[in-house]
């Protein structure tokens, strides 16, 4: 069974929805790259 490892997505202010889907779109970015070594767990 491949080990779980938690990754931390960054924290910030979001002030509009052009805000949130900028954070969207890099959270999305870095789960992927860190799903390419095995699962994860946001956080």
Excluded at 21 to 27: G, I, S
Aim: no cysteine; net charge positive.
């Amino acid at each position: 069974m491949p080990t779980i490892r938690r990754v931390s997505l960054l924290s910030r202010p979001l002030n509009s929805a052009a805000e949130v889907k900028v954070w969207l779109t890099e959270a999305e970015a870095a789960l992927l790259k860190q799903l390419e070594q095995g699962p994860v767990i946001p956080g």
